[in-house]
Nanobody, 116 residues
Framework: QVQLVESGGGLVQAGGSLRLSCTPS????????MGWSRQAPGKQRELVAA???????NYADSVKGRFTISRDDAKNTVYLQMNSLKPEDTAVYYC??????????WGQGTQVTVSS
């Protein structure tokens, strides 16, 4: 298992930006993929973005062109840069680590609120 420490959520106006950070308790290179998911009230959790240990990325259609997932190997940290935020981006954002095809570990979540 891996523990994940998240930070960076908060309140921002529509059109603004936020950056989320996630640091795992072991080397990023030992983790198959890391990503961010979100869950809004009354909705299912959805994958927002992911990055593999090889650096490949993928995004939900709803955030393409606005969000960027990246990692800093020296800091062993994964980031989610969120630009042009919309009220519909409001959710609890969870960092996740995909250790195997079927095993994910999750962070505690950080609230992102976008006001109109």
């Amino acid at each position: 298992q891996v523990q994940l420490v998240e930070s960076g959520g908060g309140l921002v106006q529509a059109g603004g930006s936020l950056r989320l950070s996630c640091t795992p308790s072991r080397s990023i290179f030992s983790i198959y993929a890391m990503g961010w998911s979100r869950q809004a009230p009354g909705k299912q959790r959805e994958l927002v973005a992911a990055i593999t240990s090889g650096g490949s990325t993928n995004y939900a259609d709803s955030v393409k062109g606005r969000f960027t997932i990246s990692r800093d190997d020296a800091k062993n940290t994964v980031y989610l840069q969120m630009n042009s935020l919309k009220p519909e981006d409001t959710a609890v954002y969870y960092c996740n680590a995909k250790l195997t095809i079927t095993h994910y570990d999750w962070g505690q979540g950080t609230q992102v609120t976008v006001s109109s």
